[in-house]
């Protein structure tokens, strides 16, 4: 079973700032059929990507965050990393770690999720 842990969520101030990790197997993370990513639901929403990054290190953020959020990958720790700056109350969420891939077909592994709470 493939299991993504998170880690770095917790209460912080608007403006302030998180960064979160994501761990991975080695098989996922170094394999170039596999796109690492975040996602985020907030309470009575759905669930939303936030941004990915592939083996490659192209990354893809949401409009929303662009500017405030970085995606990164740490190849030696099989990690993926999301700093958070300038955080707003609108991104008060739980973050969960994805790993997709669609070869040979549709496969997403999931993290148990991370709660960033950004209140004053």
Known sequence: QVQLVETGGGLVQPGGSLRL???APESIFSSYLYVMGWYRQA???EREKVATITTGGFTN????????????RDN???TVHLQM???KPEDT???????NTDYPRNVNYWG???LVTVSS
């Open 21 to 23: 990790a994501c761990a």
């Open 43 to 45: 309470p009575g929403r």
């Open 61 to 72: 953020i949401i409009d929303s965050v662009k500017g405030r959020f970085t995606i990164s």
């Open 76 to 78: 030696t720790k099989n």
């Open 85 to 87: 700056n300038s955080l």
């Open 93 to 99: 969420a739980v973050y969960y770690c994805n790993a």
């Open 112 to 114: 148990k999720g991370t």
